[in-house]
């Protein structure tokens, strides 16, 4: 029997002991929580902190993370692949350091850190709400009779809301000298392509600036990183500001976190330059026994001066301001209940479990493929905004009728004033709109082909943008799940589904609410590949068809003779039988000519040019009967 050695890091030997993960509800406050014990024991995995806003957020049980507002080139935190983003947690995302004084001996401690690993007896948890835009991360040092703990929230105002707390778990006070922050934040004017492939370049155009009087850390481009002879300036910012630890230093980078650590003097930093962005409080405070300190730092993207002098002025009044951040944030919780709870999420039963697991399905089955904004009501604004970008002339010659709707009608009226119209190509397109927000592509950082925005809102006035995008599948897929909930626009998805495939039964690569998209050829992009689809179609277009007649009987039957489908004229060309039979693997080759025609007649009319015309150039549409047998 071979026994361990005990090994000893220093003068201390080295903590090893076994801990055993474990997993269970619990209450935090009023809120739901599921938390996973001894997490650190665990191989490191990937989570993703939702919004009801436009913020996304993918984290490594690490701590490393990527964040940011409605795509990825709007990026707090760079954009890496998983592997990347789980690694860099010592130098990406949520960093703090602690020297604890007690009793004449000063200990460093670094939460989360692997550096020291063995030093401290720890434990370390992990806590995410049931609603799924909560996560918290917890150390509790046994040796030091310390606990630290930190939040990411998202408010839809302020930003992403860092909340730390340090808890004194012995029955003695301790003196701490702390650094707590955040670090590699990303300047406004980055984009994802540029921070991956010159990631150098980019490093030496940041400036990072402090605003003394108010503590904020605005982050920006000397300039936008452009070689052209241009003027090209970087006329916003990413900023960062905190509450809490009012008379700490401020600092701008990670460049002095080796001075703390050896217990050196740290001086403010006011103007950084080339530097990878970080925004950290330096202060020292005292904790009697069983006492806790809270702060928070809240970061945003993408600020103009008049956003940056709004925060300014908030920063005046900071204990109304924090009041306003907690409410701001609860606020967004109960708009996403909202949400998932209008695509009936919210499931009661004696099992906690499966409630909160069905919140979750129905939570993501509408992050893809969107939910309807008010139930059954039509805005004016939005639909002709979506009739003027799919058809311009249809929209100039309906512009009289289209004045004369109410700011908001029901979806019935909508129904009439197609049906007495004659035109059908405004038949369809009434048809086909579905007035749907929320949609996020399908997207994360494991996938370097996905990509998404999250268009909830202008980013000129705020206002609110009803949108939605997404692969052929990401869509349809979780329609059919929304149909239930609102079976009356189960005409639209059908519509849409019918009229976005081509004319030799194949699908395109991407469905919007402002027509479809298809692939190109890109050189020297591996993951670009041209092809059609169509055999995962069938069965999405098989379940629509059920429902409508289970719901609607004989309503099918009404579009076996009215010329409302029209096909997608996507620039593909199949290979002839006799190439085929040569190479099986090339079936397709990218018609140039055609793309130019199409994109051209798409800027003259809208999306509906996109679609497959006859010999006299009108839009060529077909009944329900050819459509399906087209695609059978």
């Known amino acids: 029997m071979i026994k361990n050695k005990k090994i000893f890091l220093g003068t201390n030997e080295a903590d090893f002991s076994e801990k055993k993960v474990s997993g269970k509800l619990l209450q935090i406050g009023d809120e739901t929580f599921y938390k996973i014990s001894h997490f650190d024991e665990m191989r490191p995995f990937f989570m993703t902190v939702v ?13 490393g993370l990527s964040a940011g507002r409605k795509d990825c080139n709007s990026a707090l935190f760079p954009y890496y692949t998983d592997d990347k983003i789980t690694s860099a947690a ?8 602690f020297l604890v004084s007690k009793e004449d001996k000063t200990s460093l401690w670094e939460p989360f850190s692997d550096k020291y690993a063995g030093i401290y007896r720890i434990t370390r948890n992990l806590y995410k709400n049931a609603f799924g835009n909560k996560i918290i991360f917890e150390e509790i040092n046994h040796d030091l009779a310390l606990k630290f703990t930190y939040q990411w929230n998202s408010s839809d105002h302020f930003g992403f809301i860092k909340k730390s707390t340090i808890t004194n778990e012995g029955g003695e006070s301790v003196t701490l000298s702390l650094i707590d922050g955040i670090q590699n934040l990303l300047p406004y004017g980055v984009e994802q392509s540029v921070q991956s492939g010159s990631s150098n370049l980019v490093d030496a155009y940041k400036k990072c600036e402090l605003e003394t009087d108010s503590g904020m850390g605005i982050f920006s481009l000397s300039a ?3 070689d052209r002879a241009e003027p090209s300036e970087a006329l916003k910012a990413s900023v960062v500001w905190s509450l809490g630890l009012d008379q700490a230093i401020k600092l701008l980078s990670s460049k002095q976190l080796d001075t703390f650590r050896r217990g050196g003097v740290l001086t403010q930093e006011e103007d950084v330059k080339a530097e990878k962005g970080a925004y950290f409080l330096h202060d020292k405070i005292s904790l009697s026994a069983k006492e806790e300190k809270n702060w928070l730092i809240a970061a945003d993207v993408n600020q103009s001066i008049s956003g940056i002098i709004d925060i300014k002025e908030k920063l005046k009044s900071k204990e109304d301001l924090l009041d306003q951040i907690n409410k701001d944030i609860e606020a967004g919780s109960m708009h996403l209940l909202e949400l998932v709870g209008a695509a009936d999420g919210l499931r009661l039963s004696a099992h906690r479990p499966r409630n909160i697991r069905h919140f979750s399905n129905t939570m993501f089955n ?18 002709l905004e979506y009739l003027s970008k799919a058809n311009k002339n249809v929209f100039a010659e309906k512009k009289v009728l289209l004045d004369k709707l109410s700011e908001v009608f029901d979806l019935n009226d909508l129904r009439q004033v197609a049906e007495n119209e004659s035109d059908a190509d405004f038949k369809r397109l009434c048809t086909e709109y579905l007035p749907l927000m929320f949609s996020r592509r399908h997207g994360d950082p494991s996938r370097p082909w996905n990509q998404f925005s999250i268009n909830t809102k202008s980013e000129v006035d705020g206002s609110k943008i009803l949108d939605y ?4 599948r990401d869509l349809f897929q979780n329609w059919e799940a929304l149909a239930y909930s609102y079976p009356e626009f189960i005409e639209g998805m059908i519509h849409k589904f019918l009229n976005a495939t081509t004319f030799d039964g194949y699908n395109p690569y991407r469905v919007t609410k402002d027509g479809f998209d298809w692939e190109t050829i890109e050189p020297g992009n591996p993951w670009a590949y041209i092809g059609y689809w169509g055999d995962h179609q069938i069965i999405y277009l098989l379940k629509f068809l059920e429902f409508i007649e289970n719901y609607y009987p004989n309503k099918l039957a009404e579009s076996f003779s009215k010329n409302l489908f029209v096909y997608a004229n996507v620039p593909y060309l199949i290979n002839d039988y006799e190439d085929l039979l040569e190479n099986p693997k090339d079936t397709i080759v990218f018609d140039y000519e055609n793309e130019a025609r199409i994109q051209a007649q798409r800027a003259k009319i809208g ?11 009108q839009i060529y549409k077909v009944n329900f009967i050819e459509k399906v047998l087209e695609i059978f």
Do not use: C, P
């Open 607 to 617: 999306a509906d040019g996109a679609l497959l015309t006859d010999v006299n150039d």
């Open 469 to 472: 995008q997404g692969n052929w």
């Open 51 to 63: 919004s009801h806003s436009n913020h996304w957020m993918f984290i490594s049980s690490t701590g």
């Open 90 to 97: 010592e130098t990406t995302g949520s960093k703090t350091l």
């Open 224 to 226: 936008i990183i452009v």
């Open 366 to 383: 509408i992050m893809r493929g969107g939910i309807f904004d008010q139930n059954y009501q039509v805005g004016k604004i939005d639909f």
